[in-house]
């Protein structure tokens, strides 16, 4: 049985089982909204005939959106459906899906508090749109750097090397998720102090957070940074284009390429304790090294911190009048022109290209210096970078927003 087929008998469990099934009788998008709840189930279960391959089982944060090719189906379920699809391919995987889920598991690191992570909604912010984002910032375009770099006919290829890249990337979640749960308790050292304050500060601004999901909703921008500035150690996680034929992968090798043949690659800087040197991390080790204290957590990008009444205030707020609702040509929109219009203040934007390439020319210039000295000034360079990708998050939130 394909994966498809297997797809579509769980979604019927899902549509005649609680508690998804209450899900699904609530769904009214689209020819939805017009049906009573009895009629949603027999609809749903209708349109499992029109799945077909070249649909997205979820399109993370596009799903639902009419650019994309996702399901017209409740999100709930594509969530579950999505997590089923691609964290199993073998018994291993298999059996690290059913320890996740069972009703004893415990993760193996300390928690702060027992949390309730894969509810459809976490799965969804949390896991499924990250992964999404994580795998298309990898691929690209069939013209971008990756797909030219590693496939020999990108418009045959790039789809089944995007499905392996979705396979080991939610495997490897499942795993991160096994080991350090959702809530993982952070030890009160000095290397952890930051991002203790920093989870504590998110805390009390009312937008609380925990450690995995900080690094979790990190991982697209960290890959993209990989790709930009380090683009032959990001696709040494999958196989060379030499062994890309016009449709698969050469497979009569001594270490066939299968689907565990496809990672995704973060480069990031990692301290021993004295030196710090650019490490090629798969995401498991990439949150094994943070865990371990090895990754600074100015490292790692996140959103700043802002207060609920911070965000009240920056919000735009529409002005009453007395014309009642409107746009452009009714008498309401005299309130517009009552008072002149303050200008907006452009706020300066930073040459990230220019100061990354002054940053490999110090990094470069750094060989010949003492090892005191040259530690001093990779730690400053890291500091820079972590600054850089602070800056370019906030950049894609602010455009993300509009």
């Given at each position: 049985m394909d994966q498809l087929e297997l797809t579509k008998k769980e979604a019927v469990l899902l549509l005649n089982n609680p508690p998804t099934n209450f899900e699904a009788r609530k769904y009214t998008r689209g020819i939805y909204s017009k049906l009573n709840e009895d009629a949603r189930i027999p609809a749903l279960t209708k349109s499992l005939e029109s799945w077909t391959t070249g649909k997205e089982l979820h399109a993370g944060r596009l799903q639902g959106d009419s650019s994309s090719k996702s399901l017209d189906f409740p999100?709930?379920?594509?969530c579950i459906l999505f997590i089923l699809r691609y964290a199993i391919t073998d018994l291993l995987s298999l059996h690290n899906m059913k320890t996740l889920l069972s009703a004893d598991f415990t993760p193996r690191f300390p928690q702060y508090t027992v949390k309730q992570f894969y509810t459809p909604d976490w799965l969804r912010t949390h896991f499924i749109n990250n992964m999404v984002d994580v795998v298309d910032v990898f691929m690209g375009k069939s013209t971008g750097p990756v797909q030219s770099s590693t496939l020999s006919a990108p418009p045959n290829t790039s789809a089944r090397m995007r499905m392996a890249l979705l396979h080991t990337t939610t495997k490897a979640i499942i795993q991160v998720l096994l080991k350090y749960g959702c809530n993982p308790k952070l030890p009160p050292t000095a290397d952890f102090q930051n991002f203790i304050q920093y989870l504590k500060d998110r805390s009390a601004s009312?937008?609380?957070?925990?450690?995995?999901?900080?690094i979790l909703n990190a991982l697209p921008l960290l890959v993209q940074s990989t790709v930009?500035?380090?683009?032959?150690t990001s696709i040494a996680g999958v196989p060379q284009k030499d062994h890309c034929l016009t449709m698969h992968w050469i497979t009569d090798r001594i270490l066939p390429i299968t689907v565990d043949s496809f990672h995704i690659i973060i480069c990031a800087n990692v301290s021993n304790g004295i030196l710090i040197s650019k490490t090629a991390l798969r995401i498991t080790e990439y949150f094994d090294k943070v865990f371990e204290g090895n990754i600074l957590f100015s490292?790692?990008?996140?959103?700043p911190i802002q207060t609920s009444a911070e965000a009240t205030s920056q919000s735009p707020k529409r002005k009453q009048t007395s014309g009642g609702g409107g746009g452009g040509g009714g008498g309401g929109g005299s309130s517009s022109l009552s008072s002149p219009k303050k200008k907006t203040k452009l706020e300066p934007q930073l040459d990230t290209t220019t100061i990354e390439r002054n940053l490999k020319s110090i990094e470069e210039a750094t060989g010949?210096?003492?090892?005191?000295?040259?530690?001093?000034v990779t730690r400053a360079i890291t500091e820079i970078r972590a600054i850089l990708v602070q800056y370019i998050s906030s950049k894609q939130t602010d455009t993300n927003a509009v």
């Amino acid at each position: 049985m394909d994966q498809l087929e297997l797809t579509k008998k769980e979604a019927v469990l899902l549509l005649n089982n609680p508690p998804t099934n209450f899900e699904a009788r609530k769904y009214t998008r689209g020819i939805y909204s017009k049906l009573n709840e009895d009629a949603r189930i027999p609809a749903l279960t209708k349109s499992l005939e029109s799945w077909t391959t070249g649909k997205e089982l979820h399109a993370g944060r596009l799903q639902g959106d009419s650019s994309s090719k996702s399901l017209d189906f409740p999100d709930p379920l594509l969530c579950i459906l999505f997590i089923l699809r691609y964290a199993i391919t073998d018994l291993l995987s298999l059996h690290n899906m059913k320890t996740l889920l069972s009703a004893d598991f415990t993760p193996r690191f300390p928690q702060y508090t027992v949390k309730q992570f894969y509810t459809p909604d976490w799965l969804r912010t949390h896991f499924i749109n990250n992964m999404v984002d994580v795998v298309d910032v990898f691929m690209g375009k069939s013209t971008g750097p990756v797909q030219s770099s590693t496939l020999s006919a990108p418009p045959n290829t790039s789809a089944r090397m995007r499905m392996a890249l979705l396979h080991t990337t939610t495997k490897a979640i499942i795993q991160v998720l096994l080991k350090y749960g959702c809530n993982p308790k952070l030890p009160p050292t000095a290397d952890f102090q930051n991002f203790i304050q920093y989870l504590k500060d998110r805390s009390a601004s009312k937008n609380p957070t925990t450690a995995v999901e900080v690094i979790l909703n990190a991982l697209p921008l960290l890959v993209q940074s990989t790709v930009t500035n380090n683009l032959e150690t990001s696709i040494a996680g999958v196989p060379q284009k030499d062994h890309c034929l016009t449709m698969h992968w050469i497979t009569d090798r001594i270490l066939p390429i299968t689907v565990d043949s496809f990672h995704i690659i973060i480069c990031a800087n990692v301290s021993n304790g004295i030196l710090i040197s650019k490490t090629a991390l798969r995401i498991t080790e990439y949150f094994d090294k943070v865990f371990e204290g090895n990754i600074l957590f100015s490292e790692i990008p996140k959103p700043p911190i802002q207060t609920s009444a911070e965000a009240t205030s920056q919000s735009p707020k529409r002005k009453q009048t007395s014309g009642g609702g409107g746009g452009g040509g009714g008498g309401g929109g005299s309130s517009s022109l009552s008072s002149p219009k303050k200008k907006t203040k452009l706020e300066p934007q930073l040459d990230t290209t220019t100061i990354e390439r002054n940053l490999k020319s110090i990094e470069e210039a750094t060989g010949d210096l003492p090892s005191q000295a040259k530690t001093s000034v990779t730690r400053a360079i890291t500091e820079i970078r972590a600054i850089l990708v602070q800056y370019i998050s906030s950049k894609q939130t602010d455009t993300n927003a509009v």
